[in-house]
Each structure stands twice: as structure tokens, then as C-alpha cells.
């Protein structure tokens, strides 16, 4: 007589059931092992700051910016305590913010009340040029924004002030010789190191091209005096 051997009872510790065992086992370690380097875990990694990372402190900011003072220079200068204590609370804040939405640690600072400066020890992009619109209300939907400068390790984009025409719903989304406001990043790929110059409004008659190389050139500078 025949008998099937697969209807056969098996013993609860033969050969498949330690093969079943095994690999359950391999599949919760490639679950965990997924999870633990994927993005969060990843990203938990990073908040150990890298050999080569640079130290942002107060003192990592130069205290001027193109001719413009940084904006708590007085503050710290006086006799107040508490008003350092709030500036040193203030840019904590930001150290743990940079670190969380890009790995490390990072900064800006203002100057002058018109300049902003960031650096971080992660990746930084200008903003997207766009073309612009403006609405059925006359007023501007999306600002222009049109690349002013393009060079190897820094990007320059310029938004022009616009000029919306009340009558004909049209008007004027400006150019690189209109009024507006001009955004610089360097990014130092190789270290993972960014810096930004960004204009907190719009400058008047100064031109979108000359901005832009000045804060490059700027840029480079500051970039030097950090990686020396």
C-alpha cells in the first residue's frame, strides 16, 4: 500500500520546522536592518556630527557683511545680560533645526537689517526660478525668478519687483534691471558644506548681475576662512 509521507505528522522540532524558524528569523532582521537604515535611521547617524564638519558658533559669522554690521552686534555689546542670554537661546534653536531637516549643524544671521547669512554643515539650494504669473485680481501670484549667476560651487537667483497693471490685468514681472531681491549659495560638496547670502528686501538700483558677483565673491571668501 502506498502512503503519502506529506500527510505524515511532523515532529514540532524536525528539519522544516528549524527551516521555518530560520528563516522568520532572517525576515525580522531584514525588517529591523531596513528600518534602523532607512531615512530616520539615517538620519539618526547624522546628528553625530562628521570629522570634517564645521563648528558653527557665534564666533563662526564674521561680524561684517558687505559693509553691513551683524544685526546682534549691539545687543551683545551692551550691558544686558538678558538680551545675550535670549540671542545664545535663540541660536540653539536654530543649531537643533539645521541639524533635524539636514543633518547638522547650522545657522543665519542678519546684518544690518538687510543681509541674511546661513551656514550649514549640510546641503543648501537657491530657490527655483519660475517664470511668474499674475492674477485675475491684478495682483502678482508668483514672483519672477531668473538666474543671475552660475558657477561651479556657487548659484545666484534674482526676483524681481513686478509691476502689475491694474488696467489690462498684465503689467510688468521685471527682469535682471529691475528692483528685487538677489539669493547666493556656495555649496562645498565635498566637505557638505553650505553657505547662503540672501537679500532680506529688495535693493533699489544696484543691479542683479553686480549683486550677484559680489555675493559670490563674498561667499568665497567666507568659504576660505572656514576650510583653512
Known amino acids: 500500500m502506498f502512503i503519502d509521507s506529506s500527510a505524515a505528522p511532523r515532529r514540532p522540532g524536525g528539519p522544516e520546522s528549524r527551516r521555518v524558524a530560520v528563516a522568520a528569523a532572517l525576515s525580522v532582521g531584514i525588517v529591523a536592518g531596513a528600518l534602523v537604515g532607512g531615512p530616520w535611521g539615517l538620519g539618526a547617524t547624522r546628528d553625530s556630527p562628521s570629522p570634517d564638519a564645521i563648528p558653527v558658533t557665534r564666533d563662526t559669522f564674521p561680524q561684517v557683511l558687505l559693509g553691513e554690521t551683524r ?38 544671521l542678519r546684518y544690518g537689517g538687510r543681509l541674511s547669512l546661513t551656514i550649514v554643515n549640510g546641503v543648501l539650494t537657491p530657490s ?54 538677489t539669493e547666493c549659495v556656495l555649496l562645498d560638496a565635498e566637505r557638505h558644506l553650505s553657505l547662503r547670502i540672501e537679500e532680506v528686501g529688495a535693493s533699489r538700483g544696484a543691479g542683479a548681475v553686480a549683486t550677484a558677483h559680489s555675493f559670490r565673491d563674498e561667499l568665497q571668501r567666507i568659504h576660505a576662512d572656514l576650510v583653512k
Open 71 to 108: 544685526d546682534d552686534s549691539g545687543p551683545r555689546n551692551g550691558s544686558s545680560n538678558a538680551a545675550a542670554d535670549r540671542l545664545d537661546a535663540a541660536f540653539e534653536r536654530q543649531l537643533v533645526a539645521y541639524r533635524f531637516s539636514h543633518g547638522g549643524d547650522g545657522a543665519t
Open 128 to 181: 527655483v526660478p519660475r517664470l511668474g504669473s499674475i492674477g485675475s485680481n491684478w495682483r502678482i501670484n508668483d514672483p519672477r525668478r531668473v538666474v543671475s549667476l552660475r558657477s561651479s560651487d556657487v548659484r545666484c537667483v534674482f526676483e524681481p519687483e513686478a509691476s502689475p497693471d491694474g488696467i489690462t490685468a498684465i503689467g510688468d514681472l521685471g527682469g535682471l534691471e529691475s528692483d528685487g531681491r
